[in-house]
C-alpha cells in the first residue's frame, strides 16, 4: 500500500459539502459472510465506515471510537499488506503527525481501491466522489485516534464571545497554533446558529457539528487541514467538507492566509467556509490569551478504572453508560463578568470584541495575543432608558 504525496500549492483549497451513501451496513456484512469468502477483517472495516457516517448525537471521535473504527482498520490494512506482526505500513503512516490530511486521504483511497468487497460494488466512474467523501469520513477520525489529540467544548459563554469578536489583522499565522496534532472542537448551538448556510434542495438544512483540526509540520512548511463534520436537517447520515491551508511564511497576516484558503467557491454551504474557518481559529487564539480558562474532565477515562475496582452488577450497569462518556477540556468562561465603558451621552450596546497583539517585556520588545471581550458599553443608563420607555411606550 503506498500514499502519494500531495502537491503544495497556495491556491484556495476549501471544499463543498458532500453526502455519503452508507458503505456497507452490518447486515449486509452478515449476508455477504454467508456467501463470501472474502475476509472478515474488510467486511468489518466497511461497517465500522458505514456506522461514522450515521449522524449520532455524539461528538464524531466518539462515534468512531463506539464502532471499534480504528481496530477494524488495523486489522485491515495488516491483513492487506500481509502483515504477520498485525502493525501495517499504511497505519504507521496514518499516526506519523509529519503526514498531512490530504496525504492520508489518499492512503486510505488507495487501500479501498485494492479491497475486493469495495470495488464489487463500487464500479462505475460516478463513484468516485463517494470513494472521496468515504475516505474523508475513514482518514479523521483515523488520525485524531493515532496522533496525541484533544476533544475541546466551547462554555455558551465563549461561543458567544467568539461569534462577536474578530481577528486583528496585525496578528501574523504564525501565532495560529493548534494545542496538539490532532484536535476536534465541538460545537454548541450558539457556533451553529453563528455559521448556518442557506437552504437547498440538493443538500437542505445543514449545520456544523464539530470540526477536526489537524497540523502536520514537514521541512519549513506547515499543512492546517480543517474537516468540518455536518448533520442536515433529519437525514440518517452526516456530510462534510474541508479546509486546507499551506503556511509557507509564519509572518504573513492570518486574515489573509484564511481568505485565501477559503477562497470563492460554488455551492449553498462553500460561502460559509470564511467564517467556519475564522471561529476555529478565534478558539486556538483564545486558548494561547493569559486569561484563557481550561478545564480537563476525563468522565470517559474515570469509568474505564472504575470498572477495574466494582463488582461484576455495577460494572455491567456502569458499561452501558461507558459509550456516551468522552474526555475532553471545557474552554472559556462559565458566566460574563461585565465591563462597562465610558462614554458619554450613548446609548447602551455592545461593542465587538477582537483579538490583537500587543507589546510587552523588556522595552517592550516582545509580542502577544491580547483577546479584548465584547463589551457593553453605557450598561448605567439600561434603567434609564426602561424606564423611559415604560412613560413612552417605546421598545428596545
Sequence with gaps: MS??????????????????????????????????????????????????????ALPHPVTARNVDLLAAWQRWTAWQEGALDGCSVADRIVANTRNNFDMCVDLVKDALRMDPVWTKNRSSATDEQQLDTSA??????LMYWRRPHALIELTPVLEQLLGNSDVGDDIPVGLLRAPLPAC????????????????????GRARVVGVYVFEAARDEQRALALVAIWAVDDQPTLSVSTIDMIIKDEQERLVDVIKGACGDQAGPVSGHHLFLAQLC???FLYWNVEQARQEK????????????????????????????????????????????????????????????????????????????????????????????????????
Design 3 to 56: 500514499a502519494k504525496p500531495q502537491q503544495v500549492s497556495n491556491a484556495p483549497m476549501a471544499k463543498s459539502v458532500q453526502r455519503v451513501r452508507p458503505a456497507l451496513s452490518m447486515s449486509t456484512v452478515a449476508t455477504i459472510q454467508k456467501t463470501s469468502k472474502e475476509s472478515p477483517a474488510a467486511l468489518h472495516f466497511l461497517a465500522a465506515l458505514n456506522d461514522c457516517i450515521s449522524a449520532t
Design 136 to 141: 474523508v469520513f475513514a482518514t479523521a477520525p
Design 184 to 203: 476536534y472542537i465541538r460545537f454548541g448551538a450558539n457556533m451553529q446558529c453563528a455559521v448556518v448556510p442557506p437552504h437547498s434542495e440538493d443538500h
Design 281 to 283: 481559529t478565534k478558539v
Design 297 to 396: 474532565q476525563a468522565q470517559y477515562s474515570d469509568a474505564l478504572i472504575q470498572l477495574k475496582r466494582i463488582g461484576p452488577k455495577k460494572a455491567a450497569k456502569l458499561r452501558r453508560q461507558v459509550a456516551k462518556l468522552y474526555d475532553k477540556i471545557l474552554l472559556g468562561p462559565l458566566s460574563l463578568t461585565g465591563s462597562h465603558g465610558a462614554c458619554v451621552e450613548v446609548s447602551p450596546h455592545w461593542r465587538r470584541g477582537h483579538f490583537r497583539m500587543q507589546s510587552h517585556g523588556p522595552q517592550h520588545t516582545l509580542r502577544k495575543v491580547l483577546f479584548i471581550a465584547p463589551t457593553l458599553v453605557r450598561a448605567d443608563r439600561l434603567d434609564d432608558i426602561g424606564k423611559e420607555s415604560n412613560r413612552t411606550g417605546q421598545r428596545y
